[in-house]
């Protein structure tokens, strides 16, 4: 590891050469980047309703409508008529449009003087004022034609342009927009308002929206992160490097995206962003470690020298923690990856990529960067006395720092109290947060006052929503909808949607059916019913054309269409009128009529609950992903509950925000547990990798957390301020989606951030960890592994383990290790050197033995606090493994394979101690005995 991460240093031009090589490589595949806003994306893959909606909208015709507005307060004039017929013509003219409804096409059926009257609302431009009159009074006479193509007031009417979409054209849909509003603009001096609602309008207002995000917020978040870290780091540098590592890493992260078929999407408008931010965090952790190997190594020497010292103190404290965050961050975006839908698996390819590869340019460009042009000096804290010496409850930390540093202090001192708060928090935060409803309409993701929604309402308010949907019903029965009985079924469905009013208007041949009948009654509004007889129907049916009844009959009359329309964009509200709407379409059909509703905004609306799915699944897997990365680096579960606890925390309590703001579930929320827990376990791994090596140096735990607090707080607290900050850059993002995943997502970081200094250090300081790294990069003496007595049997992962979990304690030659009639609970093994044995008696000093490394001394006071039975001196120098009774007891609690081990061998060298002592003394004893 230590080989990989100084691979820059030592190879500085062949590191900067490959890295310009990949970005020249990945650069050339940015021609071949394209965007996806369609709604494809927005729809699960595993719908079980695609198959039925595709026969369908073959057979009834597509729901794909783009209905064109217009407004105008003296509407019924000649010159507006004519725009409104010729704006018709041109919008057929249209190689895409399979039809265009408006009022020179919708059957007008009516009763004039006892003779029934049937033919299109307006049936060319009226010649003078009296026809253009009674053209108005035909078309607000029909109830068929008012809501749908005519305002109740007559200002306003509508032309529905249904379109047939070129699957194989990924940019249809701002091609078809780009040709409607260029069939309608010359027209537009004619109305008040004109303007066009439905896919394409929406999917090129997407692809706006997005282009438009990714030229603002990247400079911003930019910005944003300048301010932020060169205040909290001090140093100009601090901008240099995300600035080089995130450009470039967007660079490999689109032009990958381009080879591999990867399109932009709505989400992929933050991916500069969220590269800028959150790659910078570790370039700060770089920067600020760098920044104390400065501070703590020698003032002389050359300046290469200097730099070269810093860094590879910057990799030797940073190794394990870098690798291990640019694969939590990097898994953090990936989990997302086995969503259903589109959007989010193609934003979690690119996002992950894009990471990736910030992890490995900051891996291997950082470390260069500094050997060439590290800063010399650190303004960061005082100097003046070298990290060892520092106490961390008097650190040289000032203003906000400093404070924030005592009140870490403090809460450290209260474990019950800042435990205690932490799960009534989790419990509160937890109740709201199932309170969170699921949302994933297209309309929903812009912001209130985007142009798109305001129009879209006032389409609603005037006429009928934009979205479509079909309630289809079919029979085994030849002609079943001539029957009556099946055509007031029918009836029956509109009614029932009449007076739930969450639906605006519902269409189907009974109300063509309906309409004929009450003409037939000289317009009685009573007799606005069903014909009674199939011989009626029949009758009736000769008013009109094929072509006026395709979208709601088939040909062979066993299958019926209802057209719905409505303007309901929250996917909730939208879910539990669907859910009442299906039960009562099936009890008023019966077990004779199959019954699907249909549509591709249900589609959508149906991958709402595939969010939820997706997100239980993503922070599943990621959780147990990490849990299981950190206890193989501590080689315990506890240090996977480490790293979990601190991070499980925000997400519960963004949830339980998104439940109390009612902010929704949607494509862009869905992503930031799993994108917040792969950031914010940074620094949960960056305070843990520290703590296990202050570990090593005092067997006070509580001193250990109080130097890693401090010497973790600054990049923390910097990082967790400048991600937050550039999150909430998002902000200025064109999409509601998008603003509310920045805005939680700074709140998560902020959580994260107080969680790590709050929570973990008072986890940290009921355990003692060990990391895998520090296990397998210990030097040991082969005599130690091979031949002491404390370690038989045991593994060298195991006996290095157990040194680790201890304390190392160095000696000169000639100093006393053991004082004869001392009491003490610490047992000592010689790891380096050598040590005699003496006993004090009457006559003078005895010497018992001589100890080599692996050797164990001071086991029975270890056992039983009692006087030593011997002095032990050092005869050269060396060090010796320090265990106190207590403290080995508390910290093999994690390890109880390792304690019975050494319990048993400690058993064991007491036997034999105590069997050789017997011996000797006995020896002594008839020594005295002949010479008195």
């Known amino acids: 590891m230590q080989k990989l991460l100084s691979f820059g240093v030592n190879h500085r031009w062949l590191t900067v050469i490959i890295i310009a090589a990949i970005t020249i490589f990945c650069g050339l595949g940015l021609g071949k980047l394209r965007i996806d806003t369609s709604f494809d994306s927005l729809i699960s893959d595993n719908d079980p309703s695609k198959i039925i909606y595709e026969r369908i909208k073959d057979e009834f015709g597509s729901d794909n409508t783009t209905i064109v507005y217009v407004r105008s307060s003296n509407l019924w004039t000649e010159d507006r008529i004519t725009a409104l017929e010729e704006m018709h013509f041109a919008l057929e003219d249209l190689p895409f449009v399979q039809r265009v409804d408006s009022l020179f096409n919708v059957r007008s059926i009516r009763d004039r003087n006892g003779t029934i009257e049937s033919s299109t609302v307006l049936d060319g431009v009226p010649f003078n004022d009296a026809e253009m009159q009674s053209a108005r009074d035909n078309a607000l006479y029909s109830p068929l034609v008012v809501g749908n193509f005519v305002s109740a007031d007559g200002n306003v009417t509508a032309i529905n342009v249904t379109i047939l979409k070129d699957p194989e054209n990924p940019d249809f849909d701002r091609y078809a927009y780009g040709e409607i509003d260029a069939a309608i603009t010359p027209y537009a001096d004619q109305f008040d308002e004109m303007f066009q609602v439905g896919p394409p309008r929406v999917n090129a207002d997407t692809e706006t929206g997005l282009m438009s995000d990714l030229s603002l917020l990247a400079p ?77 190594g020698s003032k002389e020497g050359s300046r290469s020298d200097r730099r070269r010292f810093a860094v590879m103190f910057l990799i030797r404290h940073l190794g394990l923690p870098l690798i291990l965050t640019s694969v939590t961050t990097t898994l953090g975006f990936a989990a997302n990856s086995f969503a259903d839908m589109g959007l989010m698996r193609n934003f979690a390819y690119s996002a992950s990529m894009a990471i990736a590869a910030n992890g490995v340019i900051t891996l291997l460009l950082v470390p260069t ?22 106490d961390p409850d008097n650190d ?94 029918l009836a029956a469905i509109k009614d029932y949607i009449e007076k739930d009013g969450r639906f605006d208007t519902a269409l189907s041949i009974a109300d063509h059916l309906s309409l004929v009948n009450r003409e037939f009654h000289g317009g009685d509004p009573a007799m606005m019913t069903v014909p009674d007889t199939s011989d009626l129907v029949d009758q009736y049916l000769l008013f009109f054309q094929r072509s006026d009844l395709e979208s709601y009959i088939s040909y062979d009359f066993e299958r019926a269409n209802i057209v719905v329309r409505h303007n309901i964009h929250n996917s909730h509200n939208l879910k539990e009128a669907l859910v009442d709407l299906d039960r009562e379409v099936r009890r008023i059909a019966g077990p004779d009529l199959t019954v ?20 239980v699944q993503s922070v599943g897997l990621l959780l147990l992903v990490i849990f299981i990365i950190m206890s193989l680096v501590y080689g315990s579960m506890i240090g996977g509950f480490l790293s979990l606890v601190p991070n499980i925390l925000p997400i519960i309590m963004v949830l339980g925000v998104m439940g109390i703001f009612n902010i929704p579930l949607n494509p862009g929320t869905a992503t930031v547990a799993v994108i917040a827990i792969g950031i914010a376990i940074d620094d949960t791994i960056h305070l843990l990798s520290s703590y296990t090596y202050e570990s090593h140096r005092t067997e006070d735990r509580n001193l250990a957390v109080r130097r890693t607090v401090r010497g973790q707080a600054v990049p923390a607290i910097s990082t967790s301020v400048a ?34 200094l709050i929570v973990t250090p008072v986890l940290m300081s009921m355990v003692r960890l060990v990391g895998i790294y520090e296990i397998l990069t210990m030097k040991v003496g082969k005599d130690v592994l091979n031949n002491s007595p404390l370690f038989a049997g045991m593994s060298s992962y195991q006996i290095r383990k157990a040194i680790l979990l201890s304390e190392i304690v160095p000696f000169k030659a000639g100093d006393r290790l053991l004082q004869q009639g001392s009491i003490g609970r610490n047992m000592y093994v010689l790891l380096s050197g050598s040590a005699m044995v003496t006993l004090d008696q009457k006559h003078g000093q005895t010497n018992l033995d001589t100890l080599t490394e692996g050797a164990v001394l001071g086991e029975v006071g270890f056992i039983t606090e009692q006087e030593r039975t011997a002095n032990v001196d050092a005869i050269t120098d060396g060090e010796m493994l320090r265990l106190n009774a207590d403290k080995v007891h508390k910290n093999m609690r994690l390890y109880p394979h390792i304690a019975s081990k050494l319990n048993i061998n400690i058993a064991r060298i007491l036997g034999t101690r105590l069997a050789g002592t017997s011996s000797r003394l006995a020896k002594y004893e008839v020594q005295e005995d002949i010479a008195e």
């Open 220 to 296: 911003l978040s930019l910005g944003v992160l300048t301010i932020t870290i060169v205040l909290f780091l001090r140093n100009g540098l601090a901008l240099v490097f995300p600035v080089v590592t995130s450009g470039i890493s967007l660079i490999w992260g689109f032009g990958l995206m381009g080879y591999l078929g990867i399109p932009i999407n709505i989400l992929s408008a933050m991916l500069p962003s969220l590269v800028i931010v959150i790659g910078s965090t570790e370039d700060t952790h770089m920067l600020s470690t760098y920044l104390n190997g400065i501070s703590n």
């Open 369 to 390: 960067m500094l050997s060439f042009f590290g800063p010399l000096r650190s303004r960061l804290h005082d100097t003046s006395s070298s990290t060892e010496a520092r």
């Open 396 to 489: 040289s930390f000032r203003g906000l720092i400093g404070a924030i540093l005592r009140l870490c202090y403090a809460a450290a001192r209260h474990p019950r109290w800042v435990i205690g708060g932490t799960v009534l928090v989790a419990i509160v935060f937890g109740f709201f947060a199932f309170q969170t409803k699921v949302s994933n309409d297209p309309i929903a993701f812009f912001k209130p006052n985007h142009p798109l929604v305001q129009n879209v309402n006032t389409l609603a308010d005037t006429l009928s929503g934009m979205e479509i949907f079909y309630i289809n019903l079919s029979s085994v029965k030849v002609n079943a909808f001539r029957d009556p009985n099946n055509l007031r079924k």
């Open 596 to 615: 699907n509703l249909v549509g591709q905004n249900l589609m959508i609306n149906n991958a709402a609950d595939d969010l939820i799915a997706a997100q």
């Open 723 to 756: 991600l937050a900050a550039g999150f909430l850059v998002l902000s200025g993002s064109s999409f509601s989606i998008i603003w509310q995943f920045g805005a939680l997502s700074a709140v998560a970081m902020i959580i994260a951030l107080v969680a790590d």
